[in-house]
């Protein structure tokens, strides 16, 4: 049902990977209580063909690798396509059907389901139209299942969130001035092509930037 995954999303297991792709956050929890259901999806701006089908796909794959057992509606339409793959139509909506029923065998245990960087959902062709598929598909699925949905985003796509997931809670999360600054201090050191007076006068106006907003 190419449920396999881009280059740019990991396929395994959360547990398989603490140091690659998931929070110390997500693993240490994971270690702490094995019956979780965790499916994450790191949204990269530089990936220009982003697609909702894409997304929910990956969710997919996760939490399948999660379970005891594959849900019958899976395995039938896994042996759909492979007993005729070339009259097999790919649909989003079957994909997020799929979803549902997986994380319904996960009821007994929490189910979660991580977006991050969502702001960084980028199709150059459909952007707008994939964003809402997703959104819809996901909005559905916190209403229908009991699984728990948390996106991380920078503010400019707060409102188109919150009118999507109207019962949801926002939580605003600011860096500390003494991380921002030594974060800058390492990414600037890594542009050797510029002077130093200049990576000085570019950390001191991102810092005096940050310093007029209430920590």
């Known amino acids: 049902m190419k449920l ?11 547990f398989l990977q603490p140091c690659l792709t998931c929070s110390s956050a997500i693993f240490n929890r994971l270690r702490e209580n094995p019956t979780l259901g965790i499916s994450y999806f790191f949204f990269d701006d530089s990936n220009r063909d982003e697609t909702a089908e894409n997304v929910i796909r ?5 939490i399948l690798a999660q379970l005891r057992r594959i849900p019958r509606d ?10 005729d793959p070339d009259r097999m139509i790919r649909s989003r909506y ?14 007994s245990s929490p189910s979660f389901i991580l977006l991050d960087a969502y ?11 994939q964003r809402a598929q997703l959104c819809s598909t996901l909005s559905a699925i916190c209403r ?15 409102h188109e969130l919150k009118d999507v ?7 605003v999360i600011k ?23 200049l990576k000085a006068n570019i950390k001191k106006t991102i810092l005096d930037a940050n310093r007029e907003e209430a920590w």
């Open 175 to 197: 860096g500390d001035l003494i991380d921002v600054e030594k974060y800058l201090g390492d990414q600037i050191q890594l542009h050797k092509y510029l002077h130093d007076d």
């Open 144 to 158: 229908s299942t009991s699984a728990k949905i948390l996106i991380t985003t920078r503010p400019q796509c707060r």
């Open 4 to 14: 396999a995954l881009e280059s740019h999303t990991s396929c395994l297991p959360l």
């Open 58 to 62: 990956a969710l997919l794959r996760q």
């Open 74 to 83: 899976v395995s039938a339409e896994y042996s759909r396509f492979k007993n």
């Open 119 to 129: 702001d960084e959902f980028r199709n150059k062709d459909d952007e707008e139209r």
């Open 94 to 107: 079957t994909f997020a059907s799929l979803l549902k029923s997986s994380l319904e065998e996960l009821s």
């Open 165 to 171: 997931f109207s019962s949801s809670e926002i939580a």
